[in-house]
């Protein structure tokens, strides 16, 4: 079972540069969430999605987008890296059904900007 | 906005002996979910137990078991019969009920080493 692979898994960026990640399940969750890892810290939260179309903003959103077109595929976009971006960026997902529903993470991408 | 305090940035624990995690958090919600995840050196972030704050029982799984006190707002990890395998960050995270996103908010994380 893949369950929530992301892609790539490693990355190194120059200032300025744009770049796509990618997070993709196969659970038919409805909900889907990007959080980065800094050293020090634990995860937080960039943007979610509840549902095929629609974004919101975490607590860290700013120089990031997303895009959610299909309800299995969740893009977190760098439009121009900045160093302060160097990170490993978590994607997860979960089914959105309430009480006993869990997020299900991906195995990280490690993001390096130059 | 709630927040979560894991005031212990490191554990270590001897193999086969007892290990507890501290966490603790503020909310002014009175139902909501509470975490704990386990980072192993393979980044991967794995759910160790859950608690619902309306649960008065505590919960376990295994080797694993909370310490849910609610008035308190603590909720702490207690590890028996530390394997090497135990070796990670743990991550402790909150949930509300409320608002349908089924957001996480984590600690800082707790590195524990596993000494044989």
């Known amino acids: 079972n893949a369950g929530v692979t992301q892609t790539p898994k490693f990355r190194v960026l120059k200032t300025g540069q744009s770049m796509t990640l990618l997070c993709a399940q196969d659970m038919n969750h409805e909900y889907m969430y990007w959080y980065r890892q800094d050293p020090g810290m634990g995860l937080r939260l960039i943007h979610y999605?509840?549902?095929?179309?629609?974004?919101a903003k975490g607590e860290v959103p700013d120089g990031y987008n997303v895009s959610r077109l299909k309800k299995q595929n969740f893009l977190l976009g760098l439009e121009s890296a900045a160093p302060s971006q160097t990170s490993v960026y978590f994607c997860?997902?979960?089914?959105?059904?309430?009480?006993?529903?869990?997020?299900?993470f991906g195995a990280g991408t490690r993001l390096s900007v130059l | 906005a709630q927040t979560v305090t894991q005031s212990q940035p490191e554990m270590s624990v001897q193999e086969a002996e007892t290990v507890t995690l501290s966490c603790t958090y503020d909310?002014?919600?009175?139902?909501?979910?509470l975490f704990w995840y386990k980072q192993p050196p393979s980044r991967q972030m794995i759910l160790v137990i859950r608690?619902?704050?309306?649960?008065?029982q505590n919960a376990t799984e295994n080797r694993f078991s909370v310490n849910f006190q609610k008035a308190a707002k603590s909720f702490s990890l207690k590890i028996s019969d530390s394997q090497l395998g135990d070796a990670a960050m743990y991550f402790c995270a909150y949930r509300s009920k409320q608002g349908g996103s089924e957001k996480l908010v984590f600690g800082k994380g707790t590195k524990l080493t596993v000494n044989p």
């Open positions: 997860a997902s979960s089914s959105g059904q309430g009480a006993k529903n869990i997020q299900y």
């Open positions: 999605s509840v549902g095929e179309g629609t974004t």
């Open positions: 909310t002014s919600e009175s139902d909501y979910y």
């Open positions: 608690q619902e704050a309306y649960k008065q």
